[in-house]
């Protein structure tokens, strides 16, 4: 099981969403701290035009980003999947 490290910033915006979306994020992290990027229905795959960044589904609309080196996860941000795909 690969270490997952949350940075404040992480933290910090996460706070500021609604209790639905903090629930749905802190299993997507749990999933990822217990399973990998091997979970299925986190769909997880690089980013493509970023290298090292990868992306894992929350729900339809919503992801998490992270970096992976050695045995260790660290999350990146959490937005709305739209985000990831602007210029």
Not at 39 to 47: E, I, K, M, N
Not at 61 to 76: K, L, S
Request: hydrophobic share 30%.
């Amino acid at each position: 099981m690969p270490e997952v490290e949350i940075p404040l910033r992480f933290k910090k915006r996460l706070a500021q969403k609604s209790t639905e979306s903090q629930g749905a994020i802190l299993r997507t992290v749990q999933q990822l701290a217990d399973h990998g990027t091997r979970y299925p229905g986190l769909h997880c795959h690089p980013v493509r035009g970023y290298r090292g960044v990868w992306e894992a589904y929350v729900n339809e609309g919503d992801r998490v980003t992270f970096n992976m080196a050695g045995g260790r996860i660290t999350m990146r941000v959490h937005c709305n999947h739209d985000v990831l795909r602007s210029p």
